[in-house]
Protein backbone atom coordinates (compact mmCIF):
# COMPACT_ATOMS: atom_id res chain seq x y z
CA UNK A 1 0.00 0.00 0.00
CA UNK A 2 1.46 3.38 -0.84
CA UNK A 3 0.37 6.75 -0.35
CA UNK A 4 2.14 9.36 -2.63
CA UNK A 5 1.69 12.90 -2.00
CA UNK A 6 3.17 15.87 -4.29
CA UNK A 7 2.17 19.59 -5.62
CA UNK A 8 3.53 21.62 -2.09
CA UNK A 9 5.69 24.59 -2.76
CA UNK A 10 5.99 28.00 -2.13
CA UNK A 11 3.05 30.21 -2.11
CA UNK A 12 2.16 34.27 -1.95
CA UNK A 13 -0.77 34.99 0.61
CA UNK A 14 -3.93 34.86 -1.89
CA UNK A 15 -2.15 32.69 -4.58
CA UNK A 16 -3.61 28.78 -4.99
CA UNK A 17 -1.86 25.19 -4.78
CA UNK A 18 -3.00 22.18 -5.89
CA UNK A 19 -2.20 18.66 -3.73
CA UNK A 20 -2.53 15.39 -5.02
CA UNK A 21 -2.13 11.47 -3.82
CA UNK A 22 -2.02 8.83 -5.66
CA UNK A 23 -2.94 5.82 -3.84
CA UNK A 24 -1.68 2.37 -4.78
CA UNK A 25 -1.22 -1.26 -3.96
CA UNK A 26 -5.06 -2.04 -3.03
CA UNK A 27 -8.49 -1.05 -3.50
CA UNK A 28 -9.96 1.73 -1.45
CA UNK A 29 -13.27 2.33 -2.35
CA UNK A 30 -14.67 1.93 1.21
CA UNK A 31 -12.32 3.99 2.33
CA UNK A 32 -12.36 7.55 3.73
CA UNK A 33 -9.79 9.73 2.51
CA UNK A 34 -8.53 12.65 4.19
CA UNK A 35 -5.86 15.44 3.89
CA UNK A 36 -4.59 16.56 7.50
CA UNK A 37 -1.56 19.08 7.99
CA UNK A 38 1.24 19.99 10.65
CA UNK A 39 2.58 23.02 11.26
CA UNK A 40 6.50 22.98 13.38
CA UNK A 41 5.77 22.58 16.77
CA UNK A 42 2.00 22.00 16.21
CA UNK A 43 -0.22 18.56 16.32
CA UNK A 44 -1.24 17.16 13.35
CA UNK A 45 -4.53 18.71 12.28
CA UNK A 46 -7.43 17.87 10.20
CA UNK A 47 -8.13 19.43 6.78
CA UNK A 48 -10.55 17.74 4.34
CA UNK A 49 -12.02 14.25 3.94
CA UNK A 50 -14.42 12.34 1.79
CA UNK A 51 -15.43 8.64 1.20
CA UNK A 52 -13.74 7.24 -1.95
CA UNK A 53 -17.12 6.13 -3.18
CA UNK A 54 -18.78 9.28 -2.82
CA UNK A 55 -20.75 11.09 0.04
CA UNK A 56 -20.44 13.87 2.31
CA UNK A 57 -17.12 16.41 2.36
CA UNK A 58 -16.16 17.25 5.30
CA UNK A 59 -13.68 20.38 6.22
CA UNK A 60 -12.03 21.89 8.84
CA UNK A 61 -13.60 25.08 9.81
CA UNK A 62 -10.45 27.00 8.99
CA UNK A 63 -10.31 25.81 5.44
CA UNK A 64 -13.79 26.03 4.38
CA UNK A 65 -15.23 28.01 1.19
CA UNK A 66 -10.89 28.14 0.22
CA UNK A 67 -10.14 24.54 -0.26
CA UNK A 68 -11.74 21.55 -2.31
CA UNK A 69 -11.17 18.09 -1.57
CA UNK A 70 -11.65 15.50 -4.67
CA UNK A 71 -10.88 12.38 -6.58
CA UNK A 72 -10.17 11.01 -10.03
CA UNK A 73 -11.34 7.17 -9.95
CA UNK A 74 -9.24 6.70 -13.26
CA UNK A 75 -5.96 7.92 -11.64
CA UNK A 76 -6.59 7.02 -8.12
CA UNK A 77 -5.44 10.41 -7.41
CA UNK A 78 -7.16 12.64 -4.65
CA UNK A 79 -6.83 16.24 -4.72
CA UNK A 80 -6.73 18.76 -2.42
CA UNK A 81 -7.32 22.33 -4.28
CA UNK A 82 -6.13 25.48 -2.30
CA UNK A 83 -7.21 28.73 -2.84
CA UNK A 84 -7.22 32.07 -1.17
CA UNK A 85 -4.34 30.67 1.15
CA UNK A 86 -3.52 32.30 4.11
CA UNK A 87 0.50 32.61 5.65
CA UNK A 88 -1.43 30.40 8.40
CA UNK A 89 -2.38 27.46 5.91
CA UNK A 90 1.95 27.08 6.03
CA UNK A 91 2.32 23.33 6.99
CA UNK A 92 3.27 20.10 5.96
CA UNK A 93 0.18 18.49 4.03
CA UNK A 94 -0.65 15.00 4.42
CA UNK A 95 -3.34 12.35 2.58
CA UNK A 96 -4.15 9.49 4.50
CA UNK A 97 -6.85 6.08 4.16
CA UNK A 98 -8.56 4.61 6.76
CA UNK A 99 -11.95 3.54 7.86
CA UNK A 100 -13.78 6.04 9.33
CA UNK A 101 -17.72 6.75 10.36
CA UNK A 102 -18.73 10.30 10.64
CA UNK A 103 -17.71 10.70 14.02
CA UNK A 104 -14.27 9.77 13.87
CA UNK A 105 -13.60 11.33 10.27
CA UNK A 106 -11.31 14.26 12.11
CA UNK A 107 -9.29 12.33 14.10
CA UNK A 108 -5.81 11.50 12.91
CA UNK A 109 -5.89 7.90 14.47
CA UNK A 110 -8.66 6.63 12.56
CA UNK A 111 -6.53 6.73 9.65
CA UNK A 112 -3.82 3.67 9.02
CA UNK A 113 -2.35 4.56 5.88
CA UNK A 114 -0.27 7.66 5.57
CA UNK A 115 1.68 9.82 2.33
CA UNK A 116 5.22 11.22 3.02
CA UNK A 117 3.92 14.65 3.76
CA UNK A 118 4.57 17.66 1.28
CA UNK A 119 5.48 21.28 1.97
CA UNK A 120 3.26 24.20 1.41
CA UNK A 121 4.86 27.55 2.02
CA UNK A 122 2.63 30.54 2.27
CA UNK A 123 4.29 33.77 1.65
CA UNK A 124 3.24 36.75 3.26
Known amino acids: VQLQASGGGLVQAGGSLRLSCVFS????????IAWFRQAPGKERAFVAA????????YYADSVKGRFIISRDNAKNTVYLQMNSLKPEDTAVYYC??????????????????WGQGTQVTVSS
Open 96 to 113: AAGNAIASSTMRPQTYIH
Open 25 to 32: GRSFSGHT
Open 50 to 57: RRWSGGPL
